[in-house]
């Protein structure tokens, strides 16, 4: 497989600028997660990859080769990218074997054995039984399905995957077996692959980078840890994990010329990096907020309970600020009571709009 390389690819329709001077690199073997909010371009950026559109301006590369953007575009098929759709990929009137081996070049398929070998690979690959050759796509469940989809355009040795919303038909536990059985099938190819999603736990989860698009344009591309760790700004965070932003200040005269630490409504709380200005945004993860003997006065609006886990939504008493926390099922508080909170670890601070 390649690496893929995006360098400042632009693609309007009309006046709706889609994708908007985007570069991003791929590494070769990796899977990368275009993460963004209904209408943000991904499905656009996913077809300029595949072919399917050209871009205005910039360029792609599959290693060195230029497949769009300079002089005559390569076309799909020159391209060889392997494109698993949401959902209905599979040819209905064909087995199993033959949709996997629909996608081998036309000698391999004619060969004796109609590409078996490499039928069989593809189903070990997707973690699917071989018996599985001869069933009828409507004899598989909806996450087998997107398994063979995945063998069909993975077994002519593409040079890219492009993955668009391939989990997004099924029910939420499907949704995540299949999701990690997907991902396991695309390391072990060492495949190069683009996953398109708009689900912040499957992209968090699934890849080794994930690329968030807003408006068409590239806001952060990172690990998932940096992204979730060091969102680009305050809206990034709220979108990738949840947080609450809070007002904060650094008081630039006070004992603390390392600028470490901000008052808000939540205390003094440390920071993450040196304030970037005297009055800031606060962003706190709904797993730093903690319950405790002392903190902050608290009034506990709603709890929603899912087992492991709960979220509960609170106003701070003297404030009035409204914070999310989020903490194991069992100690969670209820609705009504009053409790205090304190933040627990340093949090991002961004410099307040209209402040340096
Ligand atoms: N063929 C087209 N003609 C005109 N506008 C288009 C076309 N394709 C996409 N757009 C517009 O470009 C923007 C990006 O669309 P795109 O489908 O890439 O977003 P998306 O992030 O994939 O959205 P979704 O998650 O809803 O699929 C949208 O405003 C969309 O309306």
Same mark, same amino acid.
């Given at each position: 497989?390649?690496?893929?390389?995006?360098?400042? $690819?632009?693609?309007?329709?009309?006046?709706?600028?889609? !994708?908007?001077?985007? *570069?991003?690199?791929?590494? @070769?073997?990796?899977?990368?997660?275009?993460?963004?909010?209904?209408? &943000?371009?991904?499905?656009?950026?996913?077809?300029?990859?595949?072919?399917?559109?050209?871009?205005?301006?910039?360029?792609?590369?599959?290693?060195?080769?230029?497949?769009?953007?300079?002089?005559?575009?390569? *076309?799909?098929?020159?391209?060889?990218?392997?494109? !698993?759709?949401?959902?209905?990929?599979?040819?209905?009137?064909?087995? +199993?074997?033959?949709?996997?081996?629909?996608?081998?070049?036309?000698?391999?398929?004619?060969?004796?054995?109609?590409?078996?070998?490499?039928?069989?690979?593809?189903?070990?690959?997707?973690?699917?039984?071989?018996?599985?050759?001869?069933?009828?796509? @409507?004899?598989?469940?909806?996450?087998?399905?997107?398994?063979? =989809?995945?063998?069909?355009?993975?077994?002519?040795?593409?040079?890219?995957?492009?993955?668009?919303?391939?989990?997004?038909?099924?029910?939420?536990?499907?949704?995540?077996?299949?999701?990690?059985?997907?991902?396991?099938?695309?390391?072990?190819?060492? =495949?190069?692959?683009?996953?398109?999603?708009?689900?912040?736990?499957?992209?968090?989860?699934?890849?080794?980078? $994930?690329?968030?698009?807003?408006?068409?344009?590239?806001?952060?591309?990172?690990?998932?840890?940096? $992204?979730?760790?060091?969102?680009?700004?305050?809206?990034?965070?709220?979108? +990738?994990?949840?947080?609450?932003?809070?007002?904060?200040? &650094?008081?630039?005269?006070?004992?603390?010329?390392?600028?470490?630490?901000?008052?808000?409504?939540?205390?003094? $709380?440390?920071?993450?990096?040196?304030?970037?200005?005297?009055?800031?945004?606060?962003?706190?993860?709904?797993?730093?907020?903690?319950?405790?003997?002392?903190?902050?006065? =608290?009034?506990?609006?709603?709890?929603?309970?899912?087992? @492991?886990?709960?979220?509960?939504?609170?106003?701070?008493? =003297?404030?009035?600020?409204?914070? +999310?926390?989020? +903490?194991?099922?069992?100690?969670?508080?209820?609705?009504?009571?009053?409790?205090?909170?304190?933040?627990?670890?340093?949090?991002?601070?961004?410099?307040?709009?209209? &402040?340096?």
């Amino acid at each position: 497989m390649s690496a893929l390389t995006v360098t400042g $690819v632009t693609k309007s329709f009309g006046d709706t600028v889609a !994708v908007d001077d985007v *570069t991003l690199h791929v590494p @070769h073997g990796s899977l990368t997660a275009v993460l963004g909010p209904s209408g &943000c371009g991904k499905t656009t950026l996913l077809r300029l990859v595949a072919g399917f559109l050209d871009p205005d301006a910039g360029t792609i590369a599959f290693d060195d080769r230029v497949v769009a953007g300079e002089g005559r575009p390569a *076309t799909p098929q020159q391209r060889r990218v392997g494109y !698993v759709p949401q959902e209905g990929a599979l040819f209905p009137h064909l087995d +199993v074997a033959a949709n996997i081996a629909f996608g081998l070049p036309r000698a391999e398929r004619r060969s004796p054995g109609a590409g078996s070998d490499r039928v069989d690979e593809m189903l070990d690959l997707v973690e699917l039984p071989r018996t599985f050759r001869s069933r009828q796509p @409507h004899e598989l469940s909806g996450g087998q399905q997107q398994r063979v =989809a995945l063998a069909r355009a993975l077994a002519p040795r593409p040079s890219v995957v492009l993955l668009d919303e391939p989990f997004s038909s099924l029910d939420a536990s499907l949704r995540e077996t299949t999701g990690r059985a997907v991902a396991r099938a695309l390391r072990a190819a060492h =495949a190069t692959g683009l996953l398109v999603t708009h689900d912040q736990a499957e992209a968090l989860s699934l890849s080794d980078q $994930v690329a968030v698009l807003r408006a068409g344009r590239l806001i952060q591309a990172g690990s998932p840890a940096d $992204v979730y760790l060091a969102p680009h700004d305050p809206e990034l965070a709220r979108f +990738v994990g949840g947080a609450t932003s809070l007002a904060g200040r &650094c008081d630039r005269a006070g004992a603390d010329p390392d600028r470490r630490h901000a008052d808000s409504d939540l205390g003094r $709380v440390s920071l993450t990096h040196p304030a970037p200005a005297d009055e800031l945004v606060l962003v706190v993860r709904p797993d730093q907020v903690r319950f405790g003997e002392s903190g902050v006065a =608290a009034r506990v609006d709603e709890v929603s309970f899912y087992g @492991h886990d709960a979220a509960v939504r609170l106003t701070l008493t =003297a404030s009035g600020t409204p914070l +999310v926390a989020r +903490v194991t099922g069992p100690t969670a508080p209820a609705a009504g009571d009053d409790v205090l909170v304190s933040v627990y670890g340093p949090v991002h601070a961004y410099p307040a709009p209209d &402040c340096d």
